[in-house]
């Protein structure tokens, strides 16, 4: 499973658009985990950006888990129209859940809009954005 975040940023925010820089902060809930060995051991996912991930006890069932945080620090990759685009895909997994009391036996998991922050090496912008991507809402059986 992926969990994949498109960023497009209005140009007009910004005078020169060289060297901006996204760092997105996803806060992900306790039902759901990033695997710091598996990021470090399959850079594939990376592709040219940094992840600031805790090592989370991927044993740990969901009622015992809390929510993490994961941060990507990642270049803007490149410009369609009017926008800056990037885009962040991580690996996660579903952790266990105890037993649920209705006949569907499935659990919905809501992750949020990531936060994000854009910096621009020339310095003529700095400043936090919220994405306008709807919620990623996804089912495990």
Do not use: W
Not at 31 to 44: G, M, P, Q, R
């Amino acid at each position: 499973r992926e969990l994949t975040s498109r960023i497009k940023i209005p140009i007009s925010l910004f005078k020169n658009t060289n060297g901006c820089v996204c760092m997105l902060k996803e806060t992900l809930p306790s039902s759901v985990y990033v695997d710091y060995y598996e990021l470090k051991a399959d850079k594939s996912h990376l592709k040219g950006s940094q992840v600031i991930c805790p090592n989370v006890d991927t044993e740990k069932p969901e009622y015992l888990s809390e929510p993490t945080d994961v941060s990507v620090i990642t270049p803007v990759l490149y410009q369609d129209g009017d926008s800056m685009v990037t885009n962040v895909t991580l690996p996660f997994h579903i952790r266990y859940h105890a037993p649920g009391r209705d006949k569907e036996r499935k659990v919905t998991i809501k992750i949020n809009n990531p936060r994000l922050l854009v910096h621009c090496q020339n310095g003529n912008m700095y400043g936090i954005f919220i994405s306008t991507v709807e919620e990623t809402n996804f089912a495990h059986i």
